[in-house]
């Protein structure tokens, strides 16, 4: 890591770790594996998944080192589907009895600073064995590069997945605002994305995954899209809320507290927070000095926005690929 790294969110605040598995000599590995520029770092293709090189390392101490426990909750959400919005919403709902809505941590925190990434900054893993239980982590890794167990021990996972067209655009616009290096144009990059070549991606593959997790394990899998997220969000509240064993009571459904958790953790509340408003944060680490830009994680928070950016051609073309990719799933958009 350079002295002065610029980060995208999915490795913000990321530091090298010193102890990794053996396996993990990711220097020769990555010289293996197919590798494309275009986004803003290149990207190498492991294990079916496009991931930013100095994550790799991380990427493979997870399936290696994270040691789960049956009452971890993680929030598994494909870049610039929600995680963010997802990681406020659980955390408030999980956590209500402890906070009030006018002196929450929210109101000074980032969503990312209270619920820890793992595979993504690298302390993380050391985070989370820390952690007293039930925790709760989030990640933008495939269901395949999670420990095994992750299937078994009857770990609970919220996955979010949000209509391609969106989520491409988001991508872009935040690979633009935060890496003025990005050398793509809407179009190649639309072109990449469709191939499947985009941070985390092929993105039919990640949602798939999850998807079908969903529909064999519905009590332990719960899937969500941004858009059901948006135009219905005291359900969604609910529906988390009871699948994460915690459901609301008569008292809190008459108190109101549904909509204190939706108004709290809305776009409009907290893009207006100080820590979520700032261009640039520093972080200094292991030696090493880490920039991101909290304010990137919220431009607009709207369903449907790609009709501003793209043309009727790529809508087409990207909506055949969703058709041929999803066919037969029931996973619609
Ligand atoms: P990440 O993958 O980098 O963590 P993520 O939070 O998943 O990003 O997605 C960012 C998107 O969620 C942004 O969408 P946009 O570019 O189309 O605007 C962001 O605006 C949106 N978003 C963030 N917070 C909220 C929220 N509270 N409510 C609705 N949308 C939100």
């Not at 971890?72 to 995680?83: F, N, S």
């Not at 997802?86 to 709902?93: G, N």
């Not at 997945?161 to 989520?167: F, N, S, T, V």
Request: charged share 25%.
């Amino acid at each position: 890591m350079s002295a002065m790294a610029h980060l995208h969110s999915e490795d913000m605040e990321s530091r090298p770790r010193e102890a990794v598995s053996s396996k993990t000599h990711t220097g020769s590995l990555i010289a293996t594996l197919p590798t494309k520029e275009g986004w803003s770092t290149p990207l190498v293709f492991y294990n079916n998944c496009w991931i930013r090189p100095h994550s790799l390392k991380d990427v493979m101490a997870v399936q290696d080192m994270l040691k789960l426990r049956p009452d971890d909750i993680i929030l598994a959400a494909h870049p610039k589907c929600g995680t963010t919005w997802l990681k406020a919403l659980v955390f408030t709902i999980l956590n209500r009895s402890r906070y009030t809505f006018t002196d929450h941590p929210l109101l000074t925190v980032r969503p990312h600073q209270l619920v820890p990434f793992i595979a993504l900054r690298p302390g993380d893993l050391d985070r989370a064995e820390a952690l007293p239980s039930p925790r709760l982590l989030s990640t933008h890794l495939p269901l395949p590069l999670l420990p095994p167990a992750v299937s078994t021990l009857g770990c609970r996972i919220v996955c979010v997945c949000r209509e391609p067209k969106d989520a491409f655009l988001s991508r872009w616009h935040f690979e633009k605002k935060l890496h003025q290096g990005i050398s793509l144009g809407t179009d190649e990059a639309f072109a990449m994305f469709s191939e499947g070549c985009s941070p985390y991606g092929p993105f039919w593959d990640r949602y798939l995954e999850y998807w079908k997790e969903s529909l064999a394990r519905p009590r332990e899998v719960m899937f969500l899209r941004y858009e059901e997220m948006v135009s219905d969000t005291p359900n969604v509240i609910r529906k988390l809320a009871s699948f994460l064993g915690v459901p609301f009571t008569r008292e809190e459904e008459s108190g109101g507290v549904v909509d204190q958790v939706a108004d709290l953790c809305g776009f409009t509340s907290l893009s207006n927070v100080d820590a979520n408003r700032a261009d640039r944060v520093e972080v200094e680490h292991a030696g090493a000095k880490l920039v991101f830009n909290p304010s990137s994680l919220f431009r607009k928070g709207e369903v449907g926005d790609w009709v501003n950016h793209m043309s009727k051609d790529m809508a087409a073309r990207m909506d055949q690929l969703v058709a041929e990719k999803f066919k037969g799933s029931g996973l619609t958009f």
